[in-house]
């Protein structure tokens, strides 16, 4: 589901970047390395396929030459044709499972995420596929791959869990090794009263892509396949803000995610330029989500993009807006409103709201967009052509110059996004173009027509000429994208060049194929026209090449190297790389990393073609060894939670931080763990697991080269406190709020309040049962919040067996809550929060209205005697609050009303609305 949800979604947010929520991640973004897999990579020769062969087995698109006759009508249509035009090379390989053997039927997927030739992609988008398969027999893929571009490739996310290997280039041959499955599993609960909510939206992230998957009646989730690494999960559901777990462990113990109550958006739209406010523009919050359905089996390979939740309503008189019970994070905004320019706010996607915080937006009035067609170096108006305006390849409008070349086109079409561009088209083969930049000091906006120039390119590797080949025709920073074209039989293209202003004199044009792409050339315009064929050579240039190993002189395949300014290469069987083509004289940083390895970098002040092969030593990524033990058994620890920490020096001292590097768990070996360390410093290991008291390792002293001695950490049983509240029935009691808190701080009348406030606290769950580690034990005595003791005793509770404490309240009673609307029938289900009141209310107790009981009818069960205050919520309706008093054995009845919010009156002239939604007036 896209959502964008994501992706801000994380408070935490280093946490979404995130991908609301929701988030957006999963063939997103360009990261170097590889995820979960490991590579063995050939890169031969340089060989020329056989373009037919290329479009034959191309897997999801459909090749269609782009040729300058063929104008894509909309953005999309662009993208997919470039798809199929540019994918001129290939990227092979087998996939295998950890033991090395092949796998058939594995789903891999080729995307292009950072191409020169094509039009970056707006950051809310997914990078575009070029390609996806299945596995044959014999565990091999071919997929087509553009040259000159930067892929990332994803295998499995069925049976096994996916893998992504980021910066694949064209004619890369790949061992992608993929990982056992695991699976998260747990249960969503609203942090206010303990209660599993059902259909909550659940999202991991992490590892090679975002799964998600919707809780169930109970609450409870699972998320499988999933590589065996920390990873990232959020949790959101409507009415509820989005909930975060950080390192989370597949195969580990199940995940309690609380998600705290909603909150209210608000903010204010006014005029860009008189800054008055604007009464009734339509507010559209929306949330999207992009991930895959996680359903092992499932024979889902991509990620879905979806809107998971939206809400629209209108500015008032003040041009106020208001969304209630919605996330602080992890969503968008689009306001429009007739006569304005559509706004997009994409502030809080990743940015967590603060409390009490409106967002300030403006809108700035539609302007026609005018201007002239003209000629020649007096620029003489052309009457009567074809004008059109675009905006990112999408035609919006198409209109005629009139008698003195002038045109007006209006903006009602315009989204608001994309830049502008208005072309013209003259007669015989007159054409020109300019980007429209709206608020310029420009007096006038001209569309210069010039007559077009014909180039002949002949595309050669040596002396052969290639067929299919692509060439790129660019004249820097002009409004359009470069003209591409593809040689045919004879490696020729014969090709009408239209310049989008008198003021282009020169071109660059470059050629690939196949994974080989020839220095870009500058010609002029006039003198090319005088050239009989302008010739781009595959093989010109120079070539950097050399061989990476080991310490040991052993040559590492599967290497990448790469630098800025060259098409990067994996190392082949024997370790070797060719990098080019490049300018002799160029200097280049080189790069070269392998799993496994620490980065290297080499730096080459210039390229000659006389230099010699570079001989580029990784040194081992350094491991820090270890193993968990059980300190009451001897017997190792098979489920913990490790995080490696490295030491900070602060203003205040020394500390130890968390490092995002992964701590791995070698299978078939309970209680082992391996660390890398990425730099010299000091370390220690942090581990806790479920009924353990947290444990750190002892430190290490890390010289940047020795393997540190393997440490053992020892877990010693918690002190585990379970606490179970029923009433003088046996009937269970959720939603109490239970404080355990330091029995010795508790006798001072002067530390008692800070005790109690910083006191470990927990409500019941729909079982009456709240549970504490804590850790090394202690004596202890119960609370119900602030309000009062659960008895006079005392608990010693100590590590060991967990200790089990029934606490009996007085008899209940249960209140039954009807809510009604405005003509008098029963509301379906509205949300209703009941909790104690009263200044010497003897508990501090908190509830939810449940999906349990008549739809009409809101009923909480075992409510301890006292007052309680209410709150009802209805979409579309005025909250209320209101009290009432339980007593015990006895079931209070009450009834309330809820009148429906009163939209503010419809605006009239320049500031009207022109779309309905749902309305409500923000209270002063």
């Known amino acids: 589901?896209?959502?964008?949800?994501?992706?801000?979604?994380?408070?935490?947010?280093?946490?979404?970047?995130?991908?609301?929520?929701?988030?957006?991640?999963?063939?997103?973004?360009?990261?170097?390395?590889?995820?979960?897999?490991?590579?063995?990579?050939?890169?031969?020769?340089?060989?020329?396929?056989?373009?037919?062969?290329?479009?034959?087995?191309?897997?999801?698109?459909?090749?269609?030459?782009?040729?300058?006759?063929?104008?894509?009508?909309?953005?999309?249509?662009?993208?997919?044709?470039?798809?199929?035009?540019?994918?001129?090379?290939?990227?092979?390989?087998?996939?295998?499972?950890?033991?090395?053997?092949?796998?058939?039927?594995?789903?891999?997927?080729?995307?292009?995420?950072?191409?020169?030739?094509?039009?970056?992609?707006?950051?809310d988008e997914l990078s575009l596929k070029i390609g996806s398969m299945r596995t044959d027999e014999a565990g091999a893929f071919k997929l087509p791959a553009r040259s000159g571009a930067a892929h990332t490739l994803f295998a499995g996310g069925l049976s096994w869990a996916r893998v992504r290997l980021d910066e694949v280039v064209a004619s890369d041959q790949l061992q992608v090794r993929v990982e056992d499955p695991r699976w998260i599993e747990g249960v969503v609960r609203d942090a206010e009263w303990a209660e599993p909510i059902a259909g909550a939206q659940v999202l991991v992230i992490g590892g090679a892509e975002s799964l998600t998957a919707h809780a169930d009646e109970t609450g409870a989730f699972r998320l499988a396949p999933v590589p065996f690494e920390n990873v990232q999960l959020a949790a959101w559901a409507p009415g509820f803000e989005i909930g975060f777990v950080e390192d989370a462990l597949p195969g580990w113990e199940?995940?309690?995610?609380?998600?705290?109550?909603?909150?209210?958006?608000?903010?204010?739209?006014?005029?860009?330029?008189?800054?008055?406010?604007?009464?009734?523009?339509?507010?559209?919050?929306?949330m999207d989500l992009a991930a895959r359905v996680a359903n092992e089996g499932s024979p889902e390979?991509?990620?879905?993009?979806?809107?998971?939740?939206?809400?629209?309503?209108?500015?008032?008189?003040?041009?106020?807006?208001?969304?209630?019970?919605?996330?602080?994070?992890?969503?968008?905004?689009?306001?429009?409103?007739?006569?304005?320019?559509?706004?997009?706010?994409?502030?809080?996607?990743?940015?967590?709201?603060?409390?009490?915080?409106?967002?300030?937006?403006?809108?700035?009035?539609?302007?026609?967009?005018?201007?002239?067609?003209?000629?020649?170096?007096?620029?003489?108006?052309?009457?009567?052509?074809?004008?059109?305006?675009?905006?990112?390849?999408?035609?919006?409008?198409?209109?005629?110059?009139?008698?003195?070349?002038?045109?007006?086109?209006?903006?009602?079409?315009?989204?608001?996004?994309?830049?502008?561009?208005?072309?013209?088209?003259?007669?015989?083969?007159?054409?020109?173009?300019?980007?429209?930049?709206?608020?310029?000091?420009?007096q006038e906006l001209l569309v210069h027509l010039t007559e077009p120039?014909?180039?002949?390119?002949?595309?050669?590797?040596?002396?052969?000429?290639?067929?299919?080949?692509?060439?790129?025709?660019?004249?820097?920073?002009?409004?359009?994208?470069?003209?591409?074209?593809?040689?045919?039989?004879?490696?020729?293209?014969?090709?009408?060049?239209?310049?989008?202003?008198?003021?282009?004199?020169?071109?660059?044009?470059?050629?690939?194929?196949?994974?080989?792409?020839?220095?870009p050339i500058e010609v002029g315009l006039v003198e090319a026209e005088g050239l009989s064929e302008i010739v781009l050579d595959l093989e010109e240039g120079t070539w950097i090449e050399g061989v990476v190993r080991d310490v040991a002189g052993h040559p590492i395949a599967g290497a990448r190297v790469w630098g800025r300014g060259v098409v990067g290469a994996h190392t082949d069987f024997e370790g070797t790389f060719r990098l080019g083509p490049l300018e002799e004289g160029t200097g280049v940083k080189l790069t070269a990393f392998a799993p496994g390895y620490r980065e290297t970098r080499t730096v080459i002040d210039a390229v000659s073609p006389w230099?010699?092969?570079?001989?580029?030593?990784?040194?081992?990524?350094?491991?820090?060894?270890?193993?968990?033990?059980?300190?009451?058994?001897?017997?190792?620890?098979?489920?913990?939670?490790?995080?490696?920490?490295?030491?900070?020096?602060?203003?205040?001292?020394?500390?130890?931080?968390?490092?995002?590097?992964?701590?791995?768990?070698?299978?078939?070996?309970?209680?082992?763990?391996?660390?890398?360390?990425?730099?010299?410093?000091?370390?220690r290991l942090l581990i806790s697991s479920l009924d353990y008291a947290e444990a750190v390792s002892e430190i290490v002293v890390f010289d940047g080269t020795r393997e540190p001695p393997p440490t053992e950490i020892f877990l010693m049983p918690a002190a585990v406190l379970e606490v179970t509240v029923r009433d003088s029935s046996g009937r269970p009691v959720p939603g109490f709020r239970v404080n355990v808190v330091d029995a010795l701080a508790s006798k001072d009348p002067k530390r008692q309040k800070k005790a109690r406030k910083n006191s470990p606290s927990r409500r019941t769950n729909s079982e009456g049962v709240a549970r504490f580690n804590l850790g090394a034990g202690g004596v202890y005595r119960l609370a119900s919040g602030g309000a009062g003791w659960l008895g006079p005793q005392q608990l010693n509770v100590t590590p060991g067996p967990v200790i089990e404490e029934t606490y009996h309240l007085p008899a209940t009673g249960d209140l039954a809550l009807v809510v009604l609307d405005d003509s008098g029938s029963p509301m379906n289900r509205p949300r209703v929060t009941v909790r104690t009141a009263g200044k010497n209310r003897a508990y501090d107790l908190m509830r939810k209205s449940s999906p349990r009981g008549a739809p009409e009818q809101v009923l909480f069960e075992a409510l301890p005697p006292g007052e309680y205050a209410l709150s009802v919520r209805a979409r579309g309706h005025e909250s209320i609050k209101a009290t009432t008093v339980v007593m015990p054995r006895r079931t209070q009845h009450k009834q309330l009303v809820l009148r429906k919010s009163t939209p503010p009156p419809r605006p009239t002239g320049a500031h009207a609305g022109h779309s309905t939604g749902t309305v409500r007036h923000k209270k002063h």
């Open 1 to 123: 589901m896209p959502v964008r949800l994501i992706l801000a979604c994380f408070v935490v947010l280093t946490v979404l970047g995130i991908a609301l929520l929701l988030l957006e991640e999963p063939v997103n973004g360009v990261g170097r390395g590889v995820s979960g897999a490991s590579i063995l990579a050939s890169r031969p020769e340089t060989t020329f396929p056989d373009a037919g062969e290329l479009q034959a087995q191309s897997a999801d698109t459909n090749p269609s030459p782009l040729l300058p006759e063929h104008v894509p009508e909309t953005r999309e249509e662009g993208l997919a044709a470039r798809a199929g035009i540019l994918a001129d090379g290939w990227v092979s390989g087998h996939v295998v499972d950890p033991t090395g053997s092949p796998q058939a039927g594995v789903p891999v997927l080729l995307y292009v995420v950072e191409d020169p030739w094509d039009e970056k992609l707006d950051d």
């Open 254 to 286: 199940p995940v309690t995610m609380e998600l705290e109550p909603g909150r209210e958006v608000t903010g204010t739209v006014i005029h860009a330029e008189t800054r008055e406010p604007l009464v009734g523009v339509e507010v559209r919050f929306s």
């Open 301 to 442: 390979l991509e990620a879905a993009q979806d809107t998971v939740f939206e809400q629209v309503v209108l500015t008032d008189e003040a041009g106020e807006f208001f969304v209630p019970d919605v996330p602080s994070t992890g969503f968008v905004l689009d306001l429009t409103a007739e006569g304005f320019v559509p706004h997009r706010h994409t502030g809080c996607v990743d940015w967590v709201l603060p409390l009490h915080c409106p967002i300030s937006l403006r809108m700035s009035p539609l302007e026609e967009v005018q201007g002239r067609v003209v000629v020649g170096p007096d620029q003489a108006g052309v009457p009567g052509v074809p004008v059109e305006l675009s905006a990112d390849d999408e035609v919006l409008v198409r209109g005629t110059a009139d008698e003195t070349g002038a045109f007006s086109f209006a903006l009602d079409e315009w989204s608001g996004q994309g830049r502008l561009v208005v072309t013209a088209f003259g007669d015989e083969d007159l054409r020109g173009s300019t980007r429209v930049r709206r608020h310029s000091d420009e």
């Open 453 to 519: 120039v014909s180039l002949r390119v002949k595309v050669t590797a040596g002396s052969s000429p290639i067929a299919g080949a692509q060439v790129a025709v660019e004249a820097g920073r002009g409004p359009d994208e470069p003209m591409l074209v593809s040689t045919g039989s004879d490696g020729t293209v014969e090709l009408s060049y239209s310049r989008s202003s008198p003021d282009v004199e020169h071109v660059s044009l470059q050629a690939r194929y196949a994974g080989t792409q020839s220095l």
């Open 611 to 683: 230099m010699d092969a570079l001989n580029i030593t990784l040194e081992s990524v350094v491991l820090w060894t270890g193993r968990v033990i059980d300190g009451a058994t001897g017997f190792p620890v098979e489920k913990y939670h490790a995080r490696l920490q490295r030491e900070r020096l602060m203003d205040t001292g020394p500390v130890f931080k968390n490092l995002k590097m992964r701590v791995d768990h070698p299978p078939g070996d309970p209680g082992a763990l391996s660390a890398e360390l990425p730099s010299e410093g000091r370390y």
